[in-house]
């Protein structure tokens, strides 16, 4: 990748908008907008940085494209270090590719996906967990998602990996000097001590992995199913946790032969709701289908809405279906509450174990209900409390995983140091774990690495 010439990106969002905006960054882009705009104040003199300027932008041929503002930028104190400028007009998509047109002339090309962040990142502007921050700030499904992000971007995570590789030198020169000078016995670690380094490491490293696991929710989305027998209500009762009408809603049983899934928010939290067939033994070959991808939903799911006929009462068929789900993972709700309430007498023991939340899928009643107990139960099964809000400290799927090796490596240091092995042989494991730590902000990282990550943002982010 060239990392010294300019490149140019519709940084705005495909499709027709109030605004959109053209972004250049090198060294060619304060002679660009000069090409290219006109102002529309006697008063100009000259792109004053990081201030707009109202004027109009131009073609090669000197034909007016638009009204627009433009901004200069310069290095190294912009978004990607370099020379930086901006270009805010109306948001047609003709518009736009036509004045993208016009700005890459020789010198100048289009950038690549991500490359933008990847400039920021190869001039120092923030680390690779920050530009990861980026993308998934875009894409944050909830405001909690938009908190965790911004934690990111600005800088939490790779200060507290940093952190922890400056205690890994630490103990690493410590090993060192035990090696080295072992008549210094002021410098040297014991074995108690080294242990004790590094069970401090491994501890802020299972931290930071947890906080992975309990935070996947706000940036992913819970999986939250909808299972039970047929006829039930788990397609009104989706519609009504959606607030319109997607699920196909008719007194025949059986209607629903394949799951559907809709993005929706439960009490603040991010969930992929599914609505599934119903769960039956049945001769349709199609319904054999649904009832099978069902299944495999059920054996995925974050959370499982085991529906119950309020009508009909606890079956023996709904027995069977709680006893084959893992007690940690369902909630009973039931429907038409409207209609019938059950009498806790009559339910079985293992059913109060599971919790109950009384719903009318037609009436409204209860649903909002439902919502914060789903909240409250998926939450508490990432080990937090059911009510908390995000924290700062969130990896991401590939920072997770450089963490898991760390803590593996550390694991196996911890066991070397106990059987006595030679210190020089106990340190190559703080180094593997240095180097897997490396990863996350992207110190040392490998040019495949690099474009793995970038790879996956949009052109002009």
Known sequence: ?????????????????????????????????????????PRFAGFKPWTLHRGRVLDVHGNVL???????????????????????????????????????????RLAEAGEFSRRAFLNGRMDLTQAEAVAELISAPGKEGVLLSAAKLDGLLGRRVNALREKLEEARMRVCVAVDFPEEEAECLSRFDFL???EDISQVVR????????????????????????????????NALLGRERALVT????????????????????????????????????????????????????LILLVLDGQEGYTREDQALLEAFPMDRVL???????????????????????GMVYVSARTGEGVDDLAAEVRRKVLRQSGGDGNMRADGL??????????????????????????????????????????SLAELTGRDGSDALLNRIFSTFCIGK
């Open 251 to 302: 007194g025949q049983a059986g209607t629903t032969r394949d799951f559907l899934e809709e993005r929706v928010l439960l009490d603040g939290l991010p969930a992929r709701l599914v609505d599934t067939a119903g769960l039956r033994e049945s001769a349709d070959e199609v319904e054999r289908l649904g009832i099978a991808a069902s299944r495999r939903c059920v054996d995925e799911a974050d």
């Open 196 to 198: 004790q380094a590094v």
């Open 1 to 41: 990748m060239h990392t010294h010439d300019t490149i140019a990106a519709i940084a705005s969002p495909v499709g027709t908008g109030g605004i959109g905006i053209v972004r250049v960054s090198g060294p060619a882009a304060k002679h660009i907008l000069a090409r290219i705009f006109r102002p529309r104040s």
């Open 394 to 435: 969130s990896p991401n799927l590939r920072q997770a995983s450089a963490l898991s090796r760390a803590l593996d490596e550390l694991a196996v240091c911890a066991r070397d140091v106990q059987s006595g092995l030679p210190y020089d042989i106990c340190a190559l494991h703080l180094d593997m774990a240095g180097e």
């Open 207 to 238: 931290e930071l992995l947890a906080g992975h696991k309990r935070n996947r929710y706000w940036q992913e989305g819970a999986l939250v199913v909808l299972a039970g027998r047929v006829n039930v209500g788990k397609s009104s009762l989706m």
């Open 332 to 354: 009973l709700v039931w429907n038409k509450s409207d209609l019938a309430r059950p009498d806790a007498a009559s339910l079985p023991c293992v059913a109060g174990q599971r």
């Open 66 to 108: 638009d009204d627009a503002l433009v901004v200069f930028m310069p290095g190294p104190c912009s978004f990607t270090g370099e020379d930086v400028a901006e270009i805010h007009c109306h948001g047609g998509m003709a518009l736009l590719a036509l004045l993208l047109e016009n700005i890459l002339a020789p010198g100048t």
